[in-house]
């Protein structure tokens, strides 16, 4: 099958292109590049299997005409892979029409556009922001209530909750990836390309949001572009449930985080913390998967949180300098 990438130009689009284009030859890109740039996806442009389309998937008219040329280009029935939406997640806690926009409006859209066009099995990035603030109480995917504490969590609940009612209703196949913290390159946001461009700026001093004690799981992205393709090769077609809490079942400190950034980038800053427990309005400060219900279909994740971080370190000073 073809496949349709919506938001294919961001980080973990652009990784997940990259490893399937090993193996298949019709794929299109569709995104706005509000955050990534056309340059990060030069390599494909050359390449007769990656067709982009610049669209802004939030915006119906454009979605519907988007899929129709993208259908167009395919040579097979598409598959639609969702990684589109505002990965920002406090500036939706200032300006909460970004999550309506790019969080939920593009998830919307674009399933209404599968009815229209009988795309029949779609693969949506959701995340565990839908989850809310449940301590270190291990979260699996039957975890509830559901209370997420930011728009963007919010956006991500209301989008799964819509993806459900289509497979009621249109889809053959469903699938909802719930990713924790996902790290490596090219990063576009989060804690290591944060922290290495404050200690470029400032090298003598490292400012932390939060008291550092935040305890989150973090995994890499060719982990997940590993786990995402090897869900999408089982057959789920009759389980209730399609979703899947990708990531490791340990996590690590924000604290650990930054000394580990410093040892490797500048060895003689001071790290300075915050007096508060969390980041930012809408971050959750502590939080670790249940990952059994991954682990039973035969995937588990090569690194470990510490050791995710460890590599992603590497890989974001190389990209920043
Ligand atoms: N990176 C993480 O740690 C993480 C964690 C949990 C969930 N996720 C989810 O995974 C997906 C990919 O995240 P990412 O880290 O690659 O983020 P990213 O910001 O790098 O990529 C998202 C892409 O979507 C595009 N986009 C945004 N709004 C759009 C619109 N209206 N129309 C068209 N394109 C639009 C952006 O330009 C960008 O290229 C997102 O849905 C994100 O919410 C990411």
């Known amino acids: 099958m073809s496949k349709i990438i919506a938001g294919g130009g961001g980080f973990i689009g652009l990784n997940f292109i990259k490893q399937i284009l090993k193996t298949e030859k019709d794929i299109v890109i569709l995104d706005n590049f509000s955050n990534s740039k056309l340059s990060t996806i030069e390599s494909f442009l050359n390449d007769d299997n990656v067709k982009v389309i610049e669209c802004d998937l939030s915006n119906n008219l454009e979605t519907k005409l988007s899929i129709k040329k993208a259908i167009n280009l395919t040579f097979s029935p598409p598959e639609l892979w969702h990684f589109a939406a505002n990965s920002d997640i406090p500036s939706g806690v200032n300006d ?43 979260l699996n995917e039957e975890t509830g209530p559901m209370m997420p504490i930011s728009n963007y969590g919010a956006m991500k609940l209301a989008s799964e909750a819509i993806c459900f009612a289509a497979k009621e209703s249109h889809f053959d196949d469903l699938r909802i990836f719930r990713f924790p913290n996902v790290v490596g390159a090219p990063a576009t946001h989060g804690v290591v390309l944060d922290f290495i461009r404050k200690l470029k700026n400032n090298p003598k001093k490292l400012k932390v949001l939060g008291n550092g004690l935040q305890e989150k799981s973090y995994l890499h992205v060719n982990d997940l572009v590993r786990g995402m393709i090897h869900l999408s090769h089982k057959d789920f077609k009759k389980v209730k449930n399609p979703i899947f809490n990708l990531g490791p079942s340990d996590s690590v400190s924000v604290k650990w985080i930054a000394e580990e950034t410093i040892k490797i980038f500048s060895p003689d800053s001071e790290i300075c913390y915050e007096l508060k427990d969390r980041g930012w309005v809408g971050d959750i400060p502590k939080f670790i998967y249940n990952t059994e219900k991954v682990l039973k279909t035969g995937w588990e994740p090569l690194l470990n949180s510490k050791e995710a971080i460890k590599l992603a370190i590497k890989e974001i000073i190389s990209q920043e300098t």
């Open 96 to 138: 909460s029409s970004i999550d309506l926009k790019d969080t939920f409006l593009t998830t919307f859209n674009l399933i209404e556009i599968c009815k229209i066009e009988n795309i029949k099995s779609f693969y949506f990035a959701s995340s565990s922001a839908v989850y809310g603030d449940h301590g270190l109480k291990p």
